[in-house]
T-cell receptor, first 113, second 114 residues
Framework: KAGVTQTPRYLIKTRGQQVTLSCSPISGHRSVSWYQQTPGQGLQFLFEYFSETQRNKGNFPGRFSGRQFSNSRSEMNVSTLELGDSALYLC????????????FGSGTQLSVL | SQQGEEDPQALSIQEGENATMNCSYKTSINNLQWYRQNSGRGLVHLILIRSNEREKHSGRLRVTLDTSKKSSSLLITASRAADTASYFCAPSWDSGAGSYQLTFGKGTKLSVIP
């Protein structure tokens, strides 16, 4: 069974641009969560999608958005990039139940210049 | 904040020694999970302990949970150089949207010296 796949692995953008990151969950998993990881703030929750609906949302500005498709694949978008958006963005999936572990992808390392 | 907070932030030990990491949290939880992250990669699930459990073992890992103190600890026995990584605790709590959310802290960076 293939794991969680995130593309691209590395990305370099400049301030003001926008970026779209992609995540393909493990087959059969309907829940996809996104996290931002920075050295100063640690791992911060962005949002969770379940069956194409946003189920939970973290405390991030509206520049951060996401969506989920009918095949459970998910994308997140960041518009008007700022230097502080430089981070490792991690996607994680699970089948959708309550007491379940998350399966993480390897992440997308975004650098904003 | 519902996130877990790990302590210490960094830990350096000799191979063969035991490593203990602690976690505190502030909300009622359904379960608490521990994850490991090798440098710059995704997290890997290690162990899950439910709110009605007090201790759990998995190989060289031992996790305890004290819900009255809202704290947990992860013990790695007979550490190896390959255990060098960051370790995160993640309380799982009811987000009120028909789901449970995991929140992570900044982790404990463990260095095992050969």
């Amino acid at each position: 069974k293939a794991g969680v796949t995130q593309t691209p692995r590395y990305l370099i953008k400049t301030r003001g641009q926008q970026v779209t990151l992609s995540c393909s969950p493990i087959s059969g998993h309907r829940s996809v969560s996104w996290y931002q990881q920075t050295p100063g703030q640690g791992l911060q929750f962005l949002f969770e999608y379940f069956s194409e609906t946003q189920r939970n949302k973290g405390n991030f500005p509206g520049r951060f958005s996401g969506r989920q498709f009918s095949n459970s694949r998910s994308e997140m978008n960041v518009s008007t990039l700022e230097l502080g958006d430089s981070a490792l963005y991690l996607c994680a999936s699970k089948t959708g139940g309550a007491s379940e572990k998350l399966f993480f992808g390897s992440g997308t390392q975004l650098s904003v210049l | 904040s519902q996130q877990g907070e790990e302590d210490p932030q960094a830990l350096s030990i000799q191979e063969g020694e035991n490593a203990t990491m602690n976690c505190s949290y502030k909300t009622s939880i359904n379960n608490l999970q521990w994850y490991r992250q090798n440098s710059g990669r995704g997290l890997v699930h290690l162990i899950l302990i439910r709110s009605n459990e007090r201790e759990k073992h998995s190989g060289r890992l031992r996790v305890t949970l004290d819900t009255s103190k809202k704290s947990s600890s992860l013990l790695i026995t007979a550490s190896r150089a390959a255990d060098t990584a960051s370790y995160f605790c993640a309380p799982s709590w009811d987000s009120g949207a028909g789901s449970y959310q995991l929140t992570f802290g900044k982790g404990t960076k463990l260095s095992v010296i050969p």
